[in-house]
């Protein structure tokens, strides 16, 4: 679904409240919702085409000036709410900000024109004039709720601008059959109103679906960090940007948490290690847990002594402060190795360079950031591979 505009991007207040649809439902499904309304051009096209005949036969078969003129801003809204359709189409499709307030006015005048051309078309009492009117409007509620169903208050503004004054209108004929429409269209109006209703609440609810499924496809669930999917599709947008760097993290003294405590504590502080990682991330960072307690960062760097400052500071921030786990304060270490993008140098290269270096840093002294030079091998493993498992060196040494 194109990413349209939403009530944050309509400037009015009026424009606000008729697309505000609760403030329990989450920002990015209510702009991706709203999107639906600018829906296809072959429905417009319907629509339009659909009153502009009516308008006309209606003005030559009455008479009235006003129809003529109804008849004649037909025509002009047309042309004037595609022009503003497709450009609030194309900033839906750019993100960008679109007349949404000029849409909703439009579309308002629209229906009010039907509204008051059916009221006028009843009210002269040639009665297969009044049919027309009365059947057209009332054969356009449906097509009205299913199009403004993702603003139901503005779905229920078009319903009755669109279709009530018709209806007081065969009120004032006193005719018996036209009395029962007036009796009707309310009815209708109320009815369509919460099918729209119903129609935003499910779509509502499969929006909300779909985004924690694709949330729980790319995130670690106990961290709400990046998982391996989601780092593979994070540095796959971020590989034809700045020179990139890696910081490939492993706790020390993980696993006598996890022995001496138990897993409920292991997890409990993996997550405390989490929150500390996304405390310190800087505009560009992506961070993912790959594994166990293993933590990985991929940022702009452009020096080793900036990819060794980073590396520092991230173990200052893992490792700095002790973590209290229920009535007990734990101690931890943590150590990193780092590597930078080499010119023309794969992610995946970038990434088993840092792991690399990260086994040196377990090999000697603990808590240490180890940054791999130029000449290390990148071409041991690939990406896949390593995000599967640590290597089998490493994973030695952190026994």
């Not at 900000?97 to 040639?126: H, N, R």
């Not at 297969?128 to 208050?153: D, E, K």
């Not at 594994?291 to 500071?313: I, N, T």
Request: glycine residues 10%; contains cysteine; charged residues 15%.
């Amino acid at each position: 679904m194109q990413v349209p505009a939403s009530s944050g991007l309509a400037r009015w207040p009026v424009s606000r409240w008729l697309l505000d649809i609760g403030s329990d439902v989450p920002a990015p499904i209510r702009v991706a919702l709203m999107g639906s309304m600018y829906g296809s051009l072959f429905i417009y096209f319907g629509a339009v085409l659909n009153t502009m005949i009516v308008a006309s036969v209606l003005a030559l078969r009455v008479g009235s000036p006003f129809l003529y003129v109804w008849a004649g801003l037909e025509i002009a809204l047309a042309g004037l709410r595609l022009v503003v359709l497709i450009s609030c189409r194309r900033a839906s499709a750019n993100g960008a900000e679109g007349p949404v307030d000029v849409y909703i006015l439009l579309s308002l005048l629209w229906g009010g024109g039907i509204g008051l051309g059916s009221f006028v078309a009843t009210a002269s009492g040639d009665m297969i004039a009044a049919l027309v009117a009365c059947v057209s409007s009332t054969a356009m509620l449906g097509g009205l709720a299913f199009r403004y169903f993702p603003a139901p208050r503005l779905a229920s503004a078009m319903l009755a601008i669109s279709t009530l004054p018709g209806a007081l209108a065969c009120v004032l004929t006193g005719e018996p059959l036209l009395i029962l429409v007036a009796f009707q269209a309310p009815l209708y109006v109320v009815i369509m109103t919460r099918a729209a209703w119903w129609m935003n609440r499910v779509m509502v609810k499969a929006l909300c679906a779909e985004r924690d499924n694709a949330h729980r496809a790319q995130h670690d669930s106990l961290t709400g960090l990046l998982n391996r999917t989601g780092l593979a599709e994070a540095i796959a947008g971020a590989e034809a940007g700045s020179k990139l760097g890696c910081l490939f993290l492993d706790l020390d003294g993980f696993k006598r948490v996890n022995d001496t405590m138990g897993h409920a504590a292991g997890d409990e502080l993996l997550a405390m290690v989490a929150a500390r990682l996304r405390e310190a991330m800087q505009p560009g960072d992506i961070v993912a847990r790959i594994g166990g307690d293993e933590f990985l960062l991929v940022a702009p760097m452009v020096s080793r002594d900036h990819a060794r400052m980073r590396g520092e500071a991230m173990i200052a921030s893992v490792a700095g402060l002790p973590y209290v786990i229920g009535s007990h304060g734990v101690l931890i270490g943590a150590s990193v190795g780092a590597a930078l993008q080499r010119a023309g140098g794969g992610l995946e290269g970038l990434i088993v360079a840092a792991d690399e270096a990260l086994y040196r840093a377990k090999s000697s002294d603990r808590c240490q950031c180890v940054v791999a030079e130029d000449h290390d091998d990148e071409s041991t493993l690939w990406l896949p591979e390593l995000l599967e498992a640590p290597t089998i060196a490493r994973a030695a040494a952190k026994g």
